[in-house]
Nanobody, 127 residues
Framework: QVQLVESGGGLVQAGGSLRLSCAAS????????MAWFRQAPGKEREFVAA????????DYADSVLGRFTISRDIAERRVFLQMNSLNFRDTAVYCC????????????????????WGQGTQVAVAS
């Protein structure tokens, strides 16, 4: 099991950037595929980005492709989400999640693929 704590959220102007961090504890972190999801008010939780346990490849939602970058530092036991060119549609609570194994790009975009979740960090983009 992996325990997750997010940080780095806040209020930013449209066009600005934020870097979210997710601190992980638990002995399986080094091999666990990780992801970021977000949930806006009144909407369902949606996939943002995922990264393999090795960090060798990543997958992104179309809505953030080219603007967001997911990365991980295994030694620091952290996963990051660099968010650039933010707009009001990016306003949401962002949560990181850990899976037990990589089951394919399509599967890793589903909430059900993940077994551990953080509490989330709020991101608000002012237009």
């Amino acid at each position: 099991q992996v325990q997750l704590v997010e940080s780095g959220g806040g209020l930013v102007q449209a066009g600005g950037s934020l870097r979210l961090s997710c601190a992980a504890s638990g002995r399986l972190f080094s091999s666990a595929p990780m992801a970021w999801f977000r949930q806006a008010p009144g909407k369902e939780r949606e996939f943002v980005a995922a990264i393999r346990g090795t960090g060798a490849s990543a997958d992104y939602a179309d809505s953030v492709l080219g603007r967001f970058t997911i990365s991980r530092d295994i030694a620091e036991r952290r996963v990051f989400l660099q968010m650039n060119s933010l707009n009001f549609r990016d306003t949401a609570v962002y949560c990181c999640a850990a899976s037990s194994h990589w089951s394919g790009i399509d599967s890793m975009q589903a909430v059900s693929a993940y077994v551990s979740w953080g509490q989330g960090t709020q991101v608000a983009v002012a237009s």
